[in-house]
């Protein structure tokens, strides 16, 4: 039946080791089929989040295994009634199930490893709960997940969900380490080694498939318009909290909407407008903070390609320094997005507003919206993603080679992201060994106030010469790395990505209570010897900071404009780097060390974007604004581009162009 296969464009690896087309066939759907489980894997995770948010525990339970183990803190049940019964009695009246109630769990920056057959996986994740009964209770708690899943008959359960918990705390008293000690290692199921490798190779003959050509072409284009909402709506994310409203309506399309439950809706590009500026005028100005990170956000693509859903946690984290306030805001978003001649756009927003609190009050004790009840309806994921696409009908015009391109560009996007959050949680563990070895043998990273140093060795040193050699594993102190919301553009032939995503940094200690910080990461990564290695890291910190947990990030103390620029970390007088912050001139200008005046909080600092508008192709630009292609050093430094080591530089813009120029 598949005779009319192109053999003159299958690989000569794929011709070296199968023997037929249909072999052929057999192995592209076992590779489909494992990269949809490590989204599967994922989805299940986060839809755990989107249950929990609302206490239906009892629909979490389904999420696991009959016989799963549940380990939180101290605590361990096995099997679903045994967790829902945990999960009800450990959330008590703060379990999110009435409106007035809070129990927004987000886990984030996971490293997925899939087993070499296929059937089970580890994760790592990182929690916070932010947990209240407007009563007067608050609980705030955080740690590390490191958990189990199996391949079931009907799809990825969870079979072991193991909660290290960290650090907690009231509202009032902010949070600090568990049980007041220092904060041990937490063990990883994964080395850096491991980190890259996307998928790995799988032992054995692929079984038999049913699927026609067809129907995998349909099933990676399925993933590759995942990728496309995915880096659309964390992009719309980007520019809300910017103020970049031109930006926002750009990935709309004329026909949208923007509901906000409870309050109204706004109709068309002129009502989108209308929506945002209920958050003020566009462009950001000196005191104002209007972060709304986005987590868990979970994507249900039409069988057809042509529509898409996402439904998400969002965090708004407001202020404003010049009249000291502050807020908290617990929204779900689940928009609506529409393929518009290859191109993905923003079709409906809407956004459900939970708990809105004063920062200063609580949102126990300082909930200044009347919450509506609403409940946005769950998306369709869960089950196997193969079984939501009716049989295709038609033929494929695709050569194999190609569709082995387009799902390389879909596992290059998890490939990414798996090493993103690698270098988040060991870089939150000062693991400086471990942190060199994520990176390419041509791979640099900047040292925050310092400047660039390039190869793993001089990366794991100049993290030594910051941090010192001799550190404790018990530690009386831990910065968190989060990287939610990563935009990931993927090079034509898979082998390199450009990412950015945030750094979101909460801070715990044994003696006082953390808080959080902002800034943005700005990395790209290759495929090196069929691993995943960092290639070029740079992180810009930072937008905002906290002075404190009770001063929260809306009453800083002004630097004195009058006072000297304070200098490069100390450190690098002894272990000076390769390239400084300062020679990297205009693109790292307002950052310590850099080339030109220091910009800090509550100043605006510059913000850079590597990617044009997704859809417009409008070039962020402005006082406050900046768009930089390629790696930071890479102007001063054009010998560390990807192009001139053998990579492609990805397409820094519109999805719709990459189409039209490359073939997609
Ligand atoms: C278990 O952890 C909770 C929360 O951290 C703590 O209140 C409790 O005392 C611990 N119980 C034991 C037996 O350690
Ligand atoms: C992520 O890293 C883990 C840890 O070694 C590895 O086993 C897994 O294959 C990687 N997954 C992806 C999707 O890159
Ligand atoms: C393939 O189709 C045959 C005949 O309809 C069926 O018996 C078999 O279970 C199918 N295999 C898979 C993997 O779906
Ligand atoms: C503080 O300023 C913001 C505008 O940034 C405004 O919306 C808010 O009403 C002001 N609050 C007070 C208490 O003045
Ligand atoms: C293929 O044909 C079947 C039976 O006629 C139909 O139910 C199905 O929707 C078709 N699939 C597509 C993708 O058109
Ligand atoms: C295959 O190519 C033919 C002729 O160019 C075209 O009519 C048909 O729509 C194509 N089919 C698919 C599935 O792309
Ligand atoms: C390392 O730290 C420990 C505990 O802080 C201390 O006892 C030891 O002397 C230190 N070693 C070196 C080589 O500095
Ligand atoms: C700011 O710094 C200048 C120079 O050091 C100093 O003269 C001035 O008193 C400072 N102002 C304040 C408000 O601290
Ligand atoms: C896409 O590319 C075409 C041709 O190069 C150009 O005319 C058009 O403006 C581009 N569109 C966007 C959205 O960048």
Redesign the pocket.
Known sequence: MFAVLKLAFISVAALATVASADAILDNLAREVSRVESIREIKDVQRSFAHLAQFGRFHDAATLFTTDATFIWGNASVTGRSAIENFLNAHTGEMNGRKSSSLNTLVIENPVVSLSVNGQSAKARWNGLRFAGDSKGGSWIEGGIYENQYVREDTGWRIASLHYYALYEGTYEDGWKNVGGRGIPVIPYHFTPEGSGLPIPTPEGDAPETNATLRDLEVRIESLNDEDEVRNLMHAHGYYIDRRMWTDVIDLHTTKTKVTITGQGTYNGLDGVRNALERM?PEGLTR??NNDHPIFDMLVEVSPDGQRAIARGIEIGMRG?T????ASWEFNVFRNNFVKETGVWKVKAVETTPLIVADYYKGWSNGVINTPTGYLPPWVNVGSFREASFPPSNGTSNATVVDLERKLRRSAAYDGTENQSHAYGHVIDDIDCARMGALFASRGHKSSPFAGFFITPQRITDACFASYGTNRSTIRSSISFHWRPQPVILVSHDGRSATLRARLLQPSTSVSKAGSFNSAMYHDQVVLENGRWRLWSVTIDEFYWQSSSWEAGWANPTPRNASQPDPEPAGWTKKFPPDVTIAEVGEREAGFRGGAGKFVEWPEIQRMWFGYRNLVSGRVPSGERLGFWEGCVPCKVRPDWALEANGWEEPEAGPVGNRTLRMGR
Not at 322 to 325: G, I, L, P
Request: proline share 0%; charged share 25%.
């Open positions: 003020g005191g104002v404003d010049n009249n000291r306030t």
